[in-house]
Protein backbone atom coordinates (compact mmCIF):
# COMPACT_ATOMS: atom_id res chain seq x y z
CA UNK A 1 0.00 0.00 0.00
CA UNK A 2 2.99 2.40 1.09
CA UNK A 3 4.24 2.03 -2.98
CA UNK A 4 0.83 2.39 -4.55
CA UNK A 5 0.35 5.48 -2.71
CA UNK A 6 3.18 6.88 -3.72
CA UNK A 7 2.94 5.79 -7.05
CA UNK A 8 -0.76 6.99 -7.43
CA UNK A 9 0.46 10.81 -5.92
CA UNK A 10 0.74 12.11 -9.09
CA UNK A 11 -2.85 10.99 -10.56
CA UNK A 12 -5.63 13.10 -10.60
CA UNK A 13 -7.85 11.78 -7.83
CA UNK A 14 -11.19 10.06 -8.06
CA UNK A 15 -14.11 11.56 -8.65
CA UNK A 16 -15.81 11.93 -5.61
CA UNK A 17 -12.46 11.97 -3.61
CA UNK A 18 -11.73 15.12 -5.58
CA UNK A 19 -15.10 16.92 -5.35
CA UNK A 20 -14.74 15.88 -1.25
CA UNK A 21 -11.77 17.65 -1.35
CA UNK A 22 -13.37 21.29 -3.08
CA UNK A 23 -15.44 20.66 -0.36
CA UNK A 24 -18.59 18.90 -1.34
CA UNK A 25 -18.02 16.63 1.84
CA UNK A 26 -21.98 16.23 2.80
CA UNK A 27 -23.43 12.81 2.46
CA UNK A 28 -26.20 13.81 -0.12
CA UNK A 29 -23.26 15.95 -2.47
CA UNK A 30 -21.68 12.17 -2.29
CA UNK A 31 -24.38 10.66 -3.15
CA UNK A 32 -25.58 12.65 -5.68
CA UNK A 33 -21.96 12.72 -7.73
CA UNK A 34 -22.06 8.75 -7.14
CA UNK A 35 -25.69 8.47 -8.89
CA UNK A 36 -23.83 10.74 -11.76
CA UNK A 37 -20.97 8.86 -12.01
CA UNK A 38 -22.31 5.45 -12.57
CA UNK A 39 -21.30 4.44 -16.20
CA UNK A 40 -19.37 7.72 -16.80
CA UNK A 41 -16.01 8.49 -16.89
CA UNK A 42 -14.43 10.60 -13.93
CA UNK A 43 -13.47 13.43 -16.08
CA UNK A 44 -17.12 13.93 -17.02
CA UNK A 45 -18.44 13.21 -13.93
CA UNK A 46 -16.78 16.13 -12.74
CA UNK A 47 -18.22 18.29 -15.21
CA UNK A 48 -21.61 17.33 -14.30
CA UNK A 49 -21.29 17.45 -10.53
CA UNK A 50 -19.08 20.89 -10.31
CA UNK A 51 -21.70 22.47 -13.02
CA UNK A 52 -25.24 20.96 -11.33
CA UNK A 53 -23.36 22.12 -7.55
CA UNK A 54 -23.56 25.39 -9.18
CA UNK A 55 -27.21 25.30 -9.19
CA UNK A 56 -27.73 23.80 -5.77
CA UNK A 57 -26.05 21.80 -3.04
CA UNK A 58 -28.62 21.34 -0.58
CA UNK A 59 -31.51 18.62 -0.58
CA UNK A 60 -33.84 21.87 -0.99
CA UNK A 61 -32.04 23.92 -3.45
CA UNK A 62 -32.61 20.80 -6.09
CA UNK A 63 -35.82 19.78 -4.80
CA UNK A 64 -36.72 23.18 -5.83
CA UNK A 65 -35.36 23.09 -9.40
CA UNK A 66 -36.53 21.49 -12.69
CA UNK A 67 -35.62 18.13 -13.25
CA UNK A 68 -34.85 19.51 -17.04
CA UNK A 69 -32.40 21.75 -15.46
CA UNK A 70 -30.58 18.63 -13.35
CA UNK A 71 -30.71 17.05 -17.11
CA UNK A 72 -29.11 19.84 -18.53
CA UNK A 73 -26.48 19.91 -15.51
CA UNK A 74 -25.85 16.69 -16.18
CA UNK A 75 -26.33 16.10 -20.13
CA UNK A 76 -22.48 14.69 -20.71
CA UNK A 77 -23.13 11.70 -18.05
CA UNK A 78 -24.82 8.59 -19.57
CA UNK A 79 -28.45 7.97 -18.82
CA UNK A 80 -28.77 11.40 -17.98
CA UNK A 81 -32.48 11.53 -18.40
CA UNK A 82 -32.98 8.86 -15.52
CA UNK A 83 -30.47 10.35 -13.25
CA UNK A 84 -32.03 13.76 -13.73
CA UNK A 85 -35.15 12.36 -12.69
CA UNK A 86 -33.87 10.32 -9.72
CA UNK A 87 -31.64 12.91 -8.43
CA UNK A 88 -34.52 14.96 -8.16
CA UNK A 89 -36.80 12.57 -6.00
CA UNK A 90 -34.47 11.87 -3.69
CA UNK A 91 -33.74 15.16 -2.97
CA UNK A 92 -37.90 15.91 -2.61
CA UNK A 93 -37.61 12.53 -0.54
CA UNK A 94 -34.78 13.59 1.99
CA UNK A 95 -36.79 16.65 2.01
CA UNK A 96 -39.67 15.18 2.96
CA UNK A 97 -38.97 11.61 5.00
CA UNK A 98 -35.49 13.22 7.16
CA UNK A 99 -36.07 16.75 7.19
CA UNK A 100 -33.54 18.11 4.53
CA UNK A 101 -30.85 15.44 6.29
CA UNK A 102 -29.57 12.41 4.35
CA UNK A 103 -29.04 10.13 7.17
CA UNK A 104 -25.49 7.79 7.19
CA UNK A 105 -27.32 5.09 7.49
CA UNK A 106 -26.44 2.13 4.46
CA UNK A 107 -30.04 0.96 4.22
CA UNK A 108 -31.12 4.21 3.70
CA UNK A 109 -29.05 4.78 0.99
CA UNK A 110 -29.21 1.50 -0.77
CA UNK A 111 -33.75 2.48 -0.80
CA UNK A 112 -32.79 5.26 -3.61
CA UNK A 113 -33.09 4.23 -6.90
CA UNK A 114 -29.64 3.53 -8.86
CA UNK A 115 -27.65 3.78 -5.63
CA UNK A 116 -25.95 0.25 -4.96
CA UNK A 117 -23.57 -0.85 -2.63
CA UNK A 118 -20.41 0.95 -4.09
CA UNK A 119 -22.14 4.28 -4.06
CA UNK A 120 -23.65 3.44 -0.55
CA UNK A 121 -19.84 2.38 0.91
CA UNK A 122 -18.16 5.11 -0.52
CA UNK A 123 -20.62 7.60 0.69
CA UNK A 124 -20.22 6.09 4.12
CA UNK A 125 -16.41 6.48 3.95
CA UNK A 126 -16.25 9.82 2.43
CA UNK A 127 -19.29 11.63 3.69
CA UNK A 128 -20.03 9.68 7.00
CA UNK A 129 -16.40 8.77 8.29
CA UNK A 130 -17.06 5.44 8.01
CA UNK A 131 -14.41 2.70 7.80
CA UNK A 132 -16.59 1.29 4.52
CA UNK A 133 -14.96 -0.91 1.41
CA UNK A 134 -16.07 0.56 -2.01
CA UNK A 135 -15.66 -1.95 -5.14
CA UNK A 136 -15.61 -0.34 -8.21
CA UNK A 137 -14.22 -2.27 -11.79
CA UNK A 138 -10.66 -0.97 -10.45
CA UNK A 139 -10.86 -2.79 -7.43
CA UNK A 140 -12.74 -5.78 -8.39
CA UNK A 141 -10.53 -6.43 -11.45
CA UNK A 142 -7.28 -5.08 -9.59
CA UNK A 143 -7.53 -8.00 -6.31
CA UNK A 144 -8.21 -10.38 -8.57
CA UNK A 145 -5.58 -9.70 -10.58
CA UNK A 146 -2.87 -9.75 -7.70
CA UNK A 147 -4.37 -12.96 -7.06
CA UNK A 148 -5.57 -11.89 -3.44
CA UNK A 149 -9.31 -12.66 -4.21
CA UNK A 150 -10.96 -15.41 -6.40
CA UNK A 151 -14.47 -13.64 -7.60
CA UNK A 152 -15.83 -13.26 -11.01
CA UNK A 153 -18.41 -10.28 -9.05
CA UNK A 154 -18.04 -6.79 -7.93
CA UNK A 155 -20.65 -7.77 -5.19
CA UNK A 156 -18.72 -11.13 -4.92
CA UNK A 157 -15.48 -8.90 -4.00
CA UNK A 158 -16.71 -6.94 -1.81
CA UNK A 159 -17.29 -9.84 0.65
CA UNK A 160 -14.17 -11.16 -0.05
CA UNK A 161 -12.41 -8.75 0.65
CA UNK A 162 -14.22 -7.84 3.60
CA UNK A 163 -13.35 -11.00 4.96
CA UNK A 164 -9.45 -10.30 4.09
CA UNK A 165 -8.27 -7.03 3.73
CA UNK A 166 -6.82 -5.58 7.07
CA UNK A 167 -9.57 -2.62 8.64
CA UNK A 168 -7.33 0.05 8.43
CA UNK A 169 -6.98 0.12 4.37
CA UNK A 170 -10.53 -0.82 3.80
CA UNK A 171 -12.02 3.07 3.48
CA UNK A 172 -8.60 3.61 1.05
CA UNK A 173 -8.76 0.90 -1.22
CA UNK A 174 -11.04 2.62 -2.92
CA UNK A 175 -9.52 5.88 -3.04
CA UNK A 176 -5.93 4.42 -4.16
CA UNK A 177 -6.79 1.63 -6.37
CA UNK A 178 -8.82 4.06 -8.90
CA UNK A 179 -6.50 6.06 -9.94
CA UNK A 180 -3.99 2.95 -9.89
CA UNK A 181 -6.43 1.03 -12.04
CA UNK A 182 -6.74 3.94 -14.63
CA UNK A 183 -3.37 5.00 -14.69
CA UNK A 184 -1.33 1.71 -14.25
CA UNK A 185 -3.18 -1.49 -13.50
CA UNK A 186 -5.36 -1.15 -16.66
CA UNK A 187 -7.69 -3.58 -18.11
CA UNK A 188 -6.03 -3.54 -21.80
CA UNK A 189 -2.42 -3.91 -21.36
CA UNK A 190 -1.41 -2.70 -17.75
CA UNK A 191 2.02 -1.12 -17.30
CA UNK A 192 3.73 -4.02 -15.45
CA UNK A 193 7.07 -2.65 -16.51
CA UNK A 194 6.68 -0.28 -13.79
CA UNK A 195 4.55 -1.12 -11.52
CA UNK A 196 5.53 -0.68 -8.28
CA UNK A 197 4.09 -4.11 -6.53
CA UNK A 198 4.59 -6.83 -9.80
CA UNK A 199 7.08 -8.84 -7.34
CA UNK A 200 3.79 -8.86 -5.41
CA UNK A 201 1.13 -9.54 -8.41
CA UNK A 202 0.35 -12.97 -9.50
CA UNK A 203 -0.81 -11.67 -13.03
CA UNK A 204 -4.15 -13.83 -13.13
CA UNK A 205 -5.60 -13.65 -16.45
CA UNK A 206 -2.95 -10.67 -17.93
CA UNK A 207 -2.00 -12.28 -21.18
CA UNK A 208 0.10 -9.16 -22.45
CA UNK A 209 1.05 -5.99 -21.13
CA UNK A 210 3.45 -3.17 -21.15
Known amino acids: ?12 RAALTQLAEEGHTSAFEQLVACM ?6 DEST ?4 RKLFALGRTPGQLAGLDPALIEK ?3 ISSFHEVKALRIHTAACRVMDEYHGVLPCERDVLLSFPGVGP ?3 NLVLALACGENRIS ?6 RIA ?3 GYIQTTRPEQSLHALEEKLPHEYWSEINRV ?6 NICTSRLPRCSTCPVQDMCRQVNVTSHR
Open 1 to 12: MDSIRETVRRFS
Open 36 to 41: ISVRTF
Open 46 to 49: LLCA
Open 73 to 75: AIG
Open 118 to 120: KCA
Open 135 to 140: VDTHVH
Open 144 to 146: NRW
Open 177 to 182: LVPFGK
